[in-house]
C-alpha cells in the first residue's frame, strides 16, 4: 500500500469512527466538544433538522449531501442515511414517553 493509500485509509478510518461518535452522541442528545465533554450544538441540531425535513420532503441521500455540502458540512451520502436514522429513531423514543 502506498503512503497515499494508507494516509487516505487512515482517514476515512477516522471518519467512520466520528460517525459512529456522532451518531452515539445523537441518540443521547449530546454532541462531542472540544475537550471531549459532550455539549448540545444548535448547528449541528438544525443541519439534523433540515437533513430530515429534505428527506420526508422526499429528496435523495446525494440531494441531502449537496445541500449539506453546500452549508460546509462534510458528509457523506451513508453518515447522513445514519443521521436521519437516529433522529427519526429519537423522534419516535421521545413521542412514547
Not at 497515499?4 to 461518535?21: C, D, K, N, P
Not at 442515511?81 to 414517553?97: P, Q
Request: aromatic share 6%.
Amino acid at each position: 500500500m502506498s503512503s497515499g493509500a494508507a494516509a487516505m485509509f487512515i482517514e476515512t478510518q477516522e471518519y467512520h469512527r466520528f460517525l459512529e461518535l456522532f451518531c452515539d452522541a445523537c441518540r443521547r442528545d449530546r454532541y462531542l466538544g472540544v475537550n471531549g465533554e459532550l455539549v448540545e450544538d444548535d448547528v449541528q441540531q438544525d443541519a439534523i433538522r433540515r437533513m430530515v425535513e429534505l428527506r420526508s420532503a422526499g429528496a435523495s441521500l446525494r440531494t441531502i449531501e449537496t445541500a449539506m455540502k453546500a452549508e460546509g458540512f462534510k458528509l457523506s451520502h451513508v453518515g447522513i442515511k445514519k443521521i436521519i436514522a437516529v433522529a427519526l429513531a429519537r423522534h419516535e423514543s421521545r413521542r412514547h414517553r
